[in-house]
């Protein structure tokens, strides 16, 4: 529709460079990698101290699909991309079995920086972050959101229930209408194999409930 708008308008010789579309705004990109500049010079939490580099997310900035896990881990640390060691592999193929690829989604972190030694990282830390995600969420403006884990659901959910029951459920992010489902995290289910099946149980949930993929 707007595009077809654009198409009369420059007929018209009218200038159209204020149309703004979700597939194609240069005000939106512009502020995506300001807000990843912002984000590699962050020192607003004590993770800061230790990184290697700051892991901002990776994929499709107009992707209709938004992954969020929990933190970087050793590799996506010395890399500075996420979701590339084992658990990251294991993603790419759930993603794969549902014919997507990295490229067409959109996958992040509820922190930036990998807290020492892996562990989870603290309330100070996700508060400290969660700026930067609120504003790729709503720079990216996605059909769906998955939340990877208990740390990213907690976050965006703001929740204290077990996975088990936020398995399974469509819940919403905010005030807002974009549908938001929590999986199991791919680090688990290399932890316990004999929970993977369940993330096939997610997938088929999210096919049966969400015109995505
Ligand atoms: S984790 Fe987030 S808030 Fe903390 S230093 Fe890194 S980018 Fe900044």
Known sequence: MISRKKELLTLMNIDTSWLKTKNNTNYDLQSFSQLQLEANNCQK???????NNVVFGEGNEKADILIIGEAPGKEEDLIGEPFIGRAGKLLTEILFSINLSRNDVYITNTVKCRPPENRNPNSTEISSCAHFLDKQISLISPKVIILLGKIAAERILNTSEPMAK??????????????TLVFYHPAYLLRSPSEKK???DDILFMRENINVC
């Open 45 to 51: 939490c004590q993770l800061a101290n230790g990184r």
């Open 166 to 179: 936020l398995r399974s459920n469509i819940h919403y992010y905010k005030e807002t209408n974009i549908p």
């Open 198 to 200: 369940k993330v096939w």
